[in-house]
């Protein structure tokens, strides 16, 4: 059976993966561009995915948190939009309610 936390739990901590080896580059990057707004490419993300087993691909997961719900779950986490094109997709962050976020 499905936790309800468990899509939002999962992508949240891909994501902190990620930036705690981009991120210092991505939001020096965005302050000095001054960009309230940062888009990250699914590629990034795609590699450090492990999958489990309600979700055993990158893509389950992503399918899973396009539903509303999930998307309304995710702004918390300064995740302001996923956007899921074909096999591919991005998400829109908030860069300085993402940096709070993801530093905890």
């Known amino acids: 059976m499905k936790n309800r936390e468990e899509p939002v739990r999962l992508f949240f ?4 993966e990620y930036m705690r080896s981009r991120g210092s580059m991505i939001f020096s990057l965005a302050n000095k561009a001054e960009q309230k707004y940062l888009k990250i490419e699914f590629r990034g993300l795609m590699r450090r995915y492990r999958g489990t ?3 055993p ?8 948190l396009t ?27 908030d860069t300085s309610k993402a940096r709070a976020t993801l530093s905890e």
């Open 13 to 16: 901590s891909l994501l902190k």
């Open 53 to 55: 087993e309600n979700y």
């Open 57 to 64: 691909t990158f893509m389950d997961l992503i399918r899973e």
């Open 67 to 93: 539903h509303t719900i999930r998307k309304l779950e995710l702004k918390r986490y300064g995740i302001i939009d996923l956007v899921l094109e074909g096999s591919s997709g991005y998400i829109i962050i």
